[in-house]
């Protein structure tokens, strides 16, 4: 065992060589346990090459502000764009004029792109597909349905001495964009199917929803209430259940759709209509009520 030393005892020789082994005695522990330290940074399961980088993407990625925000607001989740590049419109338009023949399937995108002078793997540049397609003839007919308003649709109609209601024009309205599908009316329960397809479910209600409000402000509808809503609503249901008859309408001019959208019509209005009796009931009973209370003292 070392017994302890005197340093009154020894001489300033023996006090330097003890110092200088002192010395050496700790930069071999403090470097002994650096590599110690390093060892255990190399082979410890949570500094993992993988994960020092999953760390340093984390925190070297811009973080986004997510603000909350109340139901009704301008900044709702937007929808995955649509919007065509000129070579794209290009090939969906020569593309339409094979849907009679071939449907909304990739041959007749296929032929559309060689119509309009691209190669056939040009139509890998449409991401979506059949379904692209799909959008574009939902698209281009709404278009083609806002130019005839434009172009005086109402106009002839009123020329002819008979002035038209919201509710008719709104009507009206419904079976040009049906009529618009004539020409591939046996090809629609393709599309139809395309559409019900979970990852295309989004921008189809879209499409729906920009139709239903096309036809209403065309129709000249102004309303600013809760009723802005339930109209949209109605009129989709309507145009949706009205494209499914129109797959199996054999009749001239479409006049089973149309019959069939008369009777949707008359069904929505006369439900409005109900609605509104109930809710004038419910408030004279309310405020039948609220006075006898009041005659009978209680403070309400």
Known sequence: ??????????????????????????????????????????????????????????????????????????????????????????????????????????????????????????????????????????????????????????????????????EEKTKLLIMERLRMNAEIKHQWQGALALMSLAGNIPLSLSELHALSSDILNLAGDASVDASWYTKRLSISAIYASAEVVMTRDSSPDLSATEAFVDRRIEDNKYIGDKITGIKQCLGFMGSTAVGLGRSWGLKI
């Open 1 to 166: 065992m070392a017994q302890p030393v005197s340093l009154s005892r020894c001489s300033t020789r023996q006090i330097n060589t003890l110092l200088s082994s002192s010395i050496t005695l700790t930069s071999r522990l403090i470097q002994s346990s650096y590599i110690a330290l390093q060892s255990r940074h190399l082979y410890h399961p949570q500094s993992s090459p993988r994960r020092l980088i999953h760390q340093q993407t984390l925190f070297s990625r811009p973080q986004r502000c997510i603000a909350k925000r109340s139901y009704h607001s301008q900044y709702h989740p937007e929808l995955p764009p649509h919007e065509y590049t000129n070579s794209q419109t290009t090939i969906l338009s020569a593309a339409l004029n094979h849907v009679p023949k071939h449907g909304f399937t990739v041959e007749a995108l296929t032929l559309g792109a060689r119509d309009a002078g691209f190669l056939d793997v040009s139509v890998q540049l449409l991401p979506r597909g059949e379904f692209d397609l799909v959008l574009f003839w939902l698209a281009s007919r709404r278009g083609l349905l806002r130019g005839k308003v434009e172009n005086g649709l109402f106009e002839k109609i009123a020329s002819q001495g008979k002035a038209l209601s919201v």
